[in-house]
T-cell receptor, first 114, second 112 residues
Framework: DAMVIQNPRYQVTQFGKPVTLSCSQT?????MYWYQQKSSQAPKLLFH???????NEADTPDNFQSRRPNTSFCFLDIRSPGLGDAAMYLC?????????????FGSGTQLSVL | DQQVKQNSPSLSVQEGRISILNCDYT??????FLWYKKYPAEGPTFLIS?????DKNEDGRFTVFLNKSAKHLSLHIVPSQPGDSAVYFC???????????FGKGTRLSVIA
């Protein structure tokens, strides 16, 4: 089945220790997104790639970076995680941009920062 | 500043009854609205959508109603089933290539 896969399901890191979350997709979609969701909050878009074109949301901290080496993979790098970065990180894809495009989500990575 | 608001964090409904989940938005430029459903340990999945040119869209047990003048939409589930127990997110977008804006979600519990 075509899908969006996130690894790992749970990630524990230490305060200030860089961490990378990964996402892969078999849908061959052009767009990949990273959302951050804290408990009882709305998913918050961090950035997205349209093909190789990177689009950063204005309020995404510099501490968060992303890489998309090819169509299938996208990585979220947190350079110096703080306690406030503990959250669920959701990767999503869509075939194209546009208001009617449906997003396909992975199961998420729950990040804990100790 | 939240542009998409789901003011009820949770809702409990008896099996067989109607579930009504509400969503309000503040941005008058939004013209397309979607509902996503999320089970524990899974990512959200698309449920149903509606364009602003319509005031109702129906798909089986799920109906979404849009009231543009009130900037309000609602999702009706009839009849509710225990398998509908999940978190429901309302999302909105506008013309052009801007990403979706999500609400905080409403946790629906359908009690057998």
């Amino acid at each position: 089945d075509a899908m969006v896969i996130q690894n790992p399901r749970y990630q524990v890191t230490q305060f200030g220790k860089p961490v990378t979350l990964s996402c892969s997709q078999t849908l061959n979609h052009n767009v990949m997104y990273w959302y951050q969701q804290k408990s009882s909050q709305a998913p918050k878009l961090l950035f997205h790639y349209y093909d190789k074109d990177f689009n950063n949301e204005a309020d995404t901290p510099d501490n968060f970076q992303s890489r998309r080496p090819n169509t299938s993979f996208c990585f979220l790098d947190i350079r110096s995680p703080g306690l406030g970065d503990a959250a669920m990180y959701l990767c999503a894809t869509s075939r194209d941009m546009g208001r009617s495009e449906k997003l396909f989500f992975g199961s998420g990575t729950q990040l804990s920062v100790l | 500043d939240q542009q998409v608001k789901q003011n009820s964090p949770s809702l409990s409904v008896q099996e067989g009854r109607i579930s009504i989940l509400n969503c309000d938005y503040t941005n008058s430029m939004f013209d397309y609205f979607l509902w996503y459903k999320k089970y524990p340990a899974e990512g959200p999945t698309f449920l149903i959508s509606i364009s602003s040119i319509k005031d109702k869209n129906e798909d089986g047990r799920f109906t979404v109603f849009l009231n543009k003048s009130a900037k309000h939409l609602s999702l009706h589930i009839v009849p509710s089933q225990p398998g509908d127990s999940a978190v429901y997110f309302c999302a909105a977008s506008n013309q052009g290539n801007t990403p979706l804006v999500f609400g905080k979600g409403t946790r629906l519990s359908v009690i057998a």
